[in-house]
């Protein structure tokens, strides 16, 4: 069935690094790549999304990239800080309504 | 404007009951989707909503698992004879339309199951 796998479970920083967090997913026809940030107690929110007909997408500090060929996607957060610190989700989407999301990546960005 | 609520925010129930969960949307999004959460896991699909009709309910992950959503809005998930490994945290979401837009959470639920 489908799936994503997302790297790394845990991730920890210090304030100003960078940050990735990997996705791959096993859909090919797998056309819609959202990200979530999830804080404590909170739901998930959308924080930037790619779709397959491109290949980067930036939105200030967060980037998203995309590889069809390779089935990768990736997240890039420069310059971290610590209100970055939460739970990541990456998840895939192939035109229908059902979404499959990785298991999470928890950041902690030390300041 | 306000967003998608989800009441309880918590329960606690004993093995056996049943437990109804309840979510109301963003006004006007006509999708609506629930998902269950298991702790430090990700989000685990369990049934979407186009209007009042669910296309879809593969994701249930039994018969003790049921939804339903009136009038196009608010929508309950019902648990019966819960075990311990329904404890989790359960997610609505709603979003315009369907497959293209966004998709809005709420603050979830969290269940656990005694």
């Known amino acids: 069935g489908e799936n994503v796998e997302q790297h790394p479970s845990t991730l920890s920083v210090q304030e100003g690094d960078s940050a990735v967090i990997k996705c791959t997913y096993s859909d090919s026809a797998s056309n819609y790549f959202p990200w979530y940030k999830q804080e404590l107690g909170k739901g998930p929110q959308l924080i930037i999304d790619i779709r397959s007909n491109v290949g980067e997408k930036k939105d200030q500090r967060i980037a998203v990239t995309l590889n069809k060929t390779a089935k990768h996607f990736s997240l890039h957060i420069t310059e971290t800080q610590p209100e970055d610190s939460a739970v990541y989700f990456c998840a895939a989407r192939s035109g229908g309504f059902k979404t499959i999301f990785g298991a999470g990546t928890r950041l902690f960005v030390k300041a | 404007g306000a967003g998608v609520s989800q009441s309880p925010s918590n329960k606690v129930t004993e093995k056996g009951k049943d437990v109804e969960l309840r979510c109301d949307p963003i006004?006007?999004?006509?999708?609506l989707y629930w998902y269950r959460q298991s702790l430090g896991q990700g989000l685990e699909f369990l049934i979407y909503f186009q209007g009042n009709s669910a296309p879809d309910k593969s994701g249930l992950p039994s018969d003790r698992f049921s939804a339903e959503r009136t009038g196009g809005s608010v929508s309950t998930l019902t648990i019966q004879r819960t075990q311990q490994e329904d404890s989790a945290v359960y997610l609505c979401?709603?979003?315009?339309?369907?497959?293209?837009?966004?998709?809005?959470f709420g603050p979830g639920t969290r269940l656990t199951v005694t």
């Open positions: 979401a709603s979003s315009l339309a369907g497959a293209d837009y966004e998709q809005y």
């Open positions: 006004s006007g999004h006509t999708a």
